[in-house]
């Protein structure tokens, strides 16, 4: 019986010493303080949203689409994204200026922002720091080709560079 009686004082002791410490270690974290007047610092890292150079109504349209993975392979994946135009890939103007796409393995297509970057680049993707997982970068542009690629590195791997061809208006 003294025994079992030292055992469970022992295990107090013990479990009491670890909440201690686990206490003192919440007490040393600086929380915000919510009674305070000064703005929270912002997260490093994320700039203010940019517009992009290239207009949503510039990419909204009816267009044939392939992808490639070699960049040699660019000019026939072109011409095989041009033969797609039977069945193209619509994007759709936005209710809020922007676009609609799918993102990456998403069945429904939604609408999307084209944003811009300190860097110069462009990226179309949901609202957000750039860029964003879920963004794509706008690799080329000139009006009839666009040439897009996922920032994150599985899709990337999987999609390659989406290549758009404006398909030519309906006669």
């Avoid at 270690?25 to 703005?39: K, V, Y």
Wanted: aromatic share 6%.
């Amino acid at each position: 019986m003294i025994m079992s009686l030292n055992a469970r004082l022992v295990a107090r002791f013990a479990a009491v010493s670890a909440l201690t410490t686990l206490l003192g270690a919440c007490g040393s974290m600086s929380l915000p303080s919510l009674s305070s007047n000064e703005p929270a610092p912002s997260e490093p890292g994320v700039a203010p949203e940019m517009p992009a150079s290239i207009r949503p109504d510039e990419i909204v349209g009816r267009w044939g689409l392939a992808s490639f993975q070699n960049p040699a392979d660019r000019a026939r994946t072109e011409a095989a994204a041009r033969g797609q135009c039977k069945q193209p890939y619509v994007i759709g103007a936005g209710q809020n200026g922007g676009v609609i796409m799918h993102l990456a393995d998403q069945a429904t297509p939604q609408e999307l922002r084209l944003k811009g970057s300190p860097s110069g680049k462009n990226y179309i993707g949901p609202p957000g720091p750039v860029p964003g997982e879920q963004d794509r970068e706008i690799i080329s542009f000139d009006g009839r080709v666009l040439i897009t690629r996922f920032v994150d590195k599985d899709a990337a791997t999987r999609y390659g560079n989406m290549v758009y061809v404006r398909c030519a208006p309906r006669a």
